[in-house]
């Protein structure tokens, strides 16, 4: 992410700036965008918040929902982390 601020695509110490990036780049690996958002610091916790308020779910069924959600990125492997995004 550090490279990315330095090249003035991307503010890393805005929540919003982060969730925006993740959201709108398809090609970033979805598997580190789950890890950052399992990490406990609050930038992150932070940027989770947004990037989830970037999503319309009203009128959806609850598995529609979460099924277009969590095809965003990857769930981490260690239980805390997923505990923490859900």
């Known amino acids: 992410m550090k490279y990315f601020e330095k090249l003035g695509v991307?503010?890393?110490?805005?929540?919003?700036?982060i969730a925006k990036y993740f959201a709108s780049n398809p090609h970033l690996s979805k598997?580190?965008?789950?890890?950052?958002?399992?990490?406990?610091?609050e930038l992150n916790v932070q940027s989770l918040t947004c990037f989830t308020n970037n999503f319309d779910f009203r009128n959806m069924i609850p598995d529609d929902a979460l099924?277009?959600?969590?095809?965003?990125?990857?769930?981490p492997g260690e239980g805390q982390k997923i505990?923490?995004?859900?």
Not at 83 to 86: A, L, Q, S
């Open 67 to 75: 099924r277009i959600y969590l095809a965003s990125f990857d769930l």
């Open 10 to 17: 991307l503010d890393t110490k805005s929540p919003e700036s």
């Open 83 to 86: 505990d923490r995004i859900v």
């Open 31 to 41: 598997e580190k965008i789950g890890e950052f958002f399992g990490e406990e610091a």
